[in-house]
């Protein structure tokens, strides 16, 4: 049996069983098949349509454990060509306009030595797996992948022919020393390393690799608009300051409740105030709900005035929400009522469709009290806990309440503004 044969025989196996059965296959070269069988097996969760790919070659554990997954990655692709689209919408109106006042001549002149090229173009900087270059790379018309890693660079090479990706150029080389030499860009896209020399995250946008803040005259020289990718757990707000007002848009993505990622758009072509996008995604790759403002166009809102004893509805905001911080404009965006500024729940009477989170009916709201606890938990054996702003955690408070994990009923514990500390017990609405 060849390798080849094995990984496809086998990929449906545990890994670790296979490893301890090597001796019956010694034509089959065990570490490259079970790191093919491993890879294949996360691709099937995380990139359903290359685990469909015949032929496909993952790289080592580590790059599959940290590669972007299918929805994140069409995310990507999906903001790449409105961004292009509204780039060359643009353009288009400023050369109108300036047909309308000069003479073609001119106009044909100021065309031919425009240091952008007709044609789309994107070089990805910072390649790795290739993921998102694969996907972003189908908005353009050429693009260039790029990477140091030459493991990498001859995978990716393989691969791209394989997904039908006939436009693209590997090179191999350090993202600042081909960022020096490259042409102008319709998009440069960076994905800096996020650990130091030790390992450890950084949490600073300065401390990634490559240093996006030292190479921001050359990013805005050499593109009409740079896409950063970053970690979800870097302080959006200060990458923004770092970025000296060059940063258009922030996406904030988030899939199956967890944040993933933080995209920053950069540019100079286009003046705008900046906008804050909060997207949660399905893991169909659709957006199941996405949230924009503007950061600081709504005025903090007050404490709820609704009884919170007496409210029907408790919201719980989504993740991409809670990275943003951006409580005050959900309120005003809604019609909902925080529970307390610090809380992040929010109140109303009636549902409220659409919103970016998810939706309870209250049946039942307790004090602490033991003999309202009593009460108010008759018949409740199981229930997902979560506590917003209480001075127990999710363990301490389930071992007091004595009541299992699991099931249909949500109790949220939190602090009113007056500082009361109660129980919300719920149902998911709808």
Same mark, same amino acid.
């Given at each position: 049996?060849?390798?080849?044969?094995?990984?496809? @025989?086998?990929?449906?196996?545990?890994?670790?069983?296979?490893?301890?059965?090597?001796?019956?296959?010694?034509?089959?070269?065990?570490?490259?098949?079970?790191?093919?069988?491993? %890879?294949?097996?996360?691709?099937?969760?995380?990139?359903?349509?290359?685990? *469909?790919?015949?032929?496909?070659?993952? $790289?080592?554990?580590?790059?599959?454990?940290?590669?972007?997954?299918? $929805?994140?990655?069409?995310?990507?692709?999906?903001?790449?060509?409105?961004?292009?689209?509204?780039?060359?919408?643009?353009?288009?109106?400023?050369?109108?306009?300036?047909?309308?006042?000069? =003479?073609?001549?001119?106009?044909?002149?100021?065309?031919?030595?425009?240091?952008?090229?007709?044609?789309?173009?994107?070089?990805?900087?910072?390649?790795?797996?290739?993921?998102?270059?694969?996907?972003?790379?189908?908005?353009?018309?050429? *693009?260039?992948?790029?990477?140091?890693?030459?493991?990498?660079?001859?995978?990716? &090479?393989?691969?791209? $022919?394989?997904?039908?990706?006939?436009?693209?150029?590997?090179?191999?080389?350090?993202? +600042?020393?081909?960022?020096?030499?490259?042409? $102008?860009?319709?998009?440069?896209?960076?994905?800096?390393?996020?650990?130091? &020399?030790?390992?450890?995250?950084?949490?600073?946008?300065?401390?990634?690799?490559?240093?996006?803040?030292?190479?921001?005259?050359?990013?805005? /020289?050499?593109?009409?608009?740079?896409?950063?990718?970053?970690?979800?757990?870097?302080?959006?707000?200060?990458?923004?300051?770092?970025?000296?007002?060059?940063?258009?848009?922030?996406?904030?993505?988030?899939?199956? %409740?967890?944040?993933?990622?933080?995209?920053?758009?950069?540019?100079?072509?286009? &003046?705008?105030?900046?906008?804050?996008?909060?997207?949660?995604?399905?893991?169909?790759?659709?957006?199941?709900?996405?949230?924009?403002?503007?950061?600081?166009?709504?005025?903090? +809102?007050?404490?709820?005035?609704?009884?919170?004893? =007496?409210?029907?509805?408790?919201?719980?905001?989504?993740?991409?929400?809670?990275?943003?911080?951006?409580?005050? @404009?959900?309120?005003?965006?809604? #019609?909902?009522?925080?529970?307390?500024?610090?809380?992040?729940? !929010?109140?109303?009477?009636?549902?409220?469709?659409? !919103?970016? #989170?998810?939706? !309870?009916?209250?049946?039942?709201?307790?004090?602490?009290?033991?003999?309202?606890?009593?009460?108010?938990?008759?018949?409740? &054996?199981?229930? =997902?806990?979560?506590?917003?702003?209480?001075?127990?955690?999710?363990? /301490?408070?389930?071992?007091?309440?004595?009541?299992?994990? %699991?099931?249909?009923?949500?109790?949220?514990?939190?602090?009113?503004?007056? %500082?009361?500390?109660?129980?919300?017990?719920?149902?998911?609405?709808?």
């Amino acid at each position: 049996m060849t390798t080849a044969e094995f990984i496809r @025989e086998y990929r449906e196996r545990d890994i670790r069983q296979l490893a301890l059965q090597a001796n019956r296959f010694p034509d089959v070269d065990m570490p490259y098949a079970l790191d093919q069988i491993q %890879g294949w097996q996360i691709a099937r969760r995380k990139l359903p349509k290359w685990a *469909a790919c015949d032929g496909v070659i993952f $790289p080592p554990h580590l790059s599959m454990e940290q590669c972007s997954s299918e $929805p994140t990655a069409q995310y990507k692709l999906n903001l790449a060509m409105e961004w292009t689209c509204r780039i060359e919408s643009l353009e288009l109106r400023v050369e109108n306009s300036e047909l309308s006042t000069q =003479n073609c001549r001119r106009q044909q002149f100021k065309t031919q030595n425009s240091k952008f090229k007709t044609s789309t173009r994107m070089t990805d900087l910072t390649g790795g797996f290739g993921v998102d270059f694969s996907f972003t790379s189908c908005a353009f018309a050429a *693009a260039t992948y790029v990477e140091r890693n030459e493991q990498l660079c001859h995978i990716v &090479e393989h691969n791209l $022919p394989l997904l039908g990706l006939n436009n693209a150029t590997v090179v191999c080389a350090d993202a +600042v020393e081909y960022l020096s030499t490259v042409e $102008p860009q319709t998009m440069l896209f960076l994905d800096p390393a996020r650990r130091d &020399e030790h390992g450890a995250k950084t949490v600073m946008l300065a401390d990634c690799t490559p240093d996006v803040v030292q190479l921001l005259p050359q990013l805005l /020289e050499k593109s009409r608009f740079t896409m950063l990718k970053l970690s979800p757990m870097l302080d959006w707000h200060k990458a923004v300051d770092d970025l000296q007002g060059a940063v258009r848009e922030v996406h904030i993505v988030s899939v199956g %409740g967890e944040c993933k990622e933080l995209l920053l758009v950069l540019s100079t072509v286009v &003046e705008s105030e900046l906008k804050v996008y909060c997207a949660d995604l399905s893991t169909a790759s659709d957006t199941s709900s996405l949230f924009v403002y503007t950061p600081g166009s709504s005025a903090p +809102v007050a404490n709820s005035k609704l009884k919170i004893q =007496n409210s029907k509805f408790v919201h719980e905001p989504n993740a991409s929400i809670m990275k943003a911080g951006c409580f005050d @404009e959900l309120a005003a965006a809604y #019609g909902v009522s925080p529970v307390s500024r610090n809380s992040h729940l !929010f109140l109303s009477d009636e549902p409220v469709e659409g !919103f970016p #989170g998810r939706s !309870f009916v209250v049946e039942r709201v307790t004090t602490m009290n033991k003999g309202e606890l009593r009460k108010a938990l008759v018949g409740i &054996e199981k229930a =997902n806990i979560a506590t917003r702003n209480f001075p127990l955690t999710v363990a /301490e408070l389930r071992k007091r309440l004595k009541i299992k994990d %699991g099931g249909d009923v949500y109790i949220f514990a939190t602090t009113t503004a007056e %500082g009361e500390h109660l129980l919300l017990i719920s149902r998911k609405y709808r």
